[in-house]
């Protein structure tokens, strides 16, 4: 029987740090990518495929920016932004992911949902933003949006005279058309949802679906999804091949297994990271404690050798 597998792209299988972000360096990495997950197919997986939007909605918002300074056109919100992105990446993996299928003789479906995510309008993140969005701007210039916009902004360290906009990361609740992307994907179809963490909506008082002006985790989102889908794995794929303890000093060492204590105790000694590794962990945690057998986080080159991989379990069998 085929196992369903959510796979999370990362924002490197996508953009790498060091590159302008054409559109040809965007294709040639998600097609490096999705050449690694042929494998998973292969081994009879059904795949549900979720995407980072980091880099992407970051340029749709100074596009936004540089269209109503330069020429008047009004900004839209973030929401439309992030359903942007959705529609863009997506469209970008569903049609080199065809190519890949076509080149291995796979003849399956590919279908891309622009997803939105549920949270909690009553979420302690609306009152707490943190997540630093779009472009850098100097002091005056934040003031002045601060006015005009009512963005709240918080300083970058790294650079002189810099403010960063903040948002809220607001937990998700529930991914939209559930339902829909598991029969699809239980059909043998290959479905891309959630994209970027999904677009942040609430449920008013009148039962309407309103836009929230937030951002979602995407890893968070995907183990979301992941349960609500009833997968059995979830894959995590990032610009390092393991999970590793003290990572990147003199003692790192590769963490290959880890079951729900462990995970627990690293995280509670701070041992992994807040703007990388912790959050994955997190989403690892959410997935096996609701039902997923094993959630994975590994480099996409390494999914053809299952031995590569930090796996991650309720209980490791030593």
């Known amino acids: 029987m085929s196992k369903l597998a959510v796979v999370a792209l990362g924002g490197n299988a996508l953009l790498r740090g060091d590159q302008k972000g054409t559109i040809d360096e965007q294709e040639q990495n998600t097609a490096d990518t999705l050449e690694n997950m042929i494998y998973l197919l292969k081994d009879d997986y059904n795949l549900v495929i ?29 929401d439309i932004c992030v359903a942007d992105s959705q ?12 190519n890949a299928l076509n080149k291995h003789g796979i003849r399956k479906n590919v ?44 300083e970058e360290i790294k650079a002189k005279d810099g403010w960063r906009r903040v948002v809220p990361s607001p937990v998700p609740v529930s ?96 041992m992994f990271s807040e703007g990388s590794m912790a959050p994955k962990i997190r989403a690892a945690l959410y997935f096996i404690e609701n039902g997923g057998q094993k959630s994975v986080i590994t480099e996409a080159t390494k999914l053809e050798d299952r031995s590569y991989g930090t796996k991650i379990t309720m209980e490791y069998d030593n």
């Not at 529609?87 to 065809?98: A, V």
């Not at 279908?111 to 993140?125: C, E, F, G, R, Y």
Request: hydrophobic share 40%.
């Open 111 to 154: 279908v891309s949902l622009i997803t939105q995510v549920v949270v909690d309008k009553n979420d302690p993140a609306f009152n707490d933003p943190r997540k630093r969005i779009g472009k850098i701007y100097s002091k005056s210039e934040a003031e002045k949006l601060r006015t005009n916009k009512g963005w709240i902004f918080k």
């Open 175 to 270: 991914i939209m058309n559930e339902g829909i992307i598991k029969n699809l994907a239980l059909a043998g179809n290959i479905v891309i949802a959630a994209g970027g963490g999904g677009v942040p909506v609430y449920i008013d008082e009148k039962n309407n679906i309103r836009p929230a002006e937030a951002v979602i985790d995407k890893d968070l989102a995907s183990s979301l999804m992941g349960t609500r889908i009833a997968a059995d794995e979830f894959y995590m794929l990032t610009d390092v091949p393991y999970v590793y303890a003290n990572y990147k000093k003199p003692n790192q060492e590769i963490v290959e297994f880890l079951d729900r204590n462990d995970c627990l105790k690293y995280l509670d000694q701070g």
């Open 50 to 78: 979720s995407h980072g939007n980091g880099p992407q909605v970051g340029n749709i918002l100074m596009r936004n920016d540089a269209g109503e300074q330069v020429y008047s056109i009004a900004q839209m919100p973030l």
């Open 87 to 98: 529609g863009g990446i997506g469209y970008m993996i569903e049609r080199i992911l065809r």
